[in-house]
């Protein structure tokens, strides 16, 4: 397998890449819950996503079964960079993004609100 360097500043200034037209909607999507694993070592890491298949709710504490659904290896300085841009990006948009959170609890809230359950009968 041929590694091409991608964390290269000199290689990655802005302005300096180009997305190819379409390759956006034709890339796979995968839905996530979670993060599992994250290993990083000084040139790669690897990020083990899950899905949650089940909780077993039995015993005196839940336990979730979780799935692999998805593995991304990259660069560990491109995860760097990602991790960066991400916290970057949120605390820019803290205002929105707490807007829209109260918004949807707002909205969830009155939804359920609205819905009343059958009551069980109850035993003799």
Known sequence: ?????????????????????????????TYVDGLATLTTGPAMSRLHFFQTESIDR?????????????????????????????LKGMAQNRAALLEGYDSNRAILT???DQVSLPQSPKSP
């Not at 039995?58 to 841009?85: D, F, M, Q, Y």
């Open 110 to 112: 009155t939804l359920l």
């Open 58 to 86: 039995t015993g005196p504490t839940p336990v979730e079964h979780r799935k692999i659904v998805h593995t991304l290896v990259l660069p560990t300085g491109v995860l760097i960079e990602l991790a960066s841009n991400v």
């Open 1 to 29: 397998m041929k590694t091409i360097p991608t964390s290269n500043k000199e290689e990655r200034n802005e302005g300096s890449n180009k997305i190819i037209p379409g390759s956006i909607e034709s890339a796979p999507t």
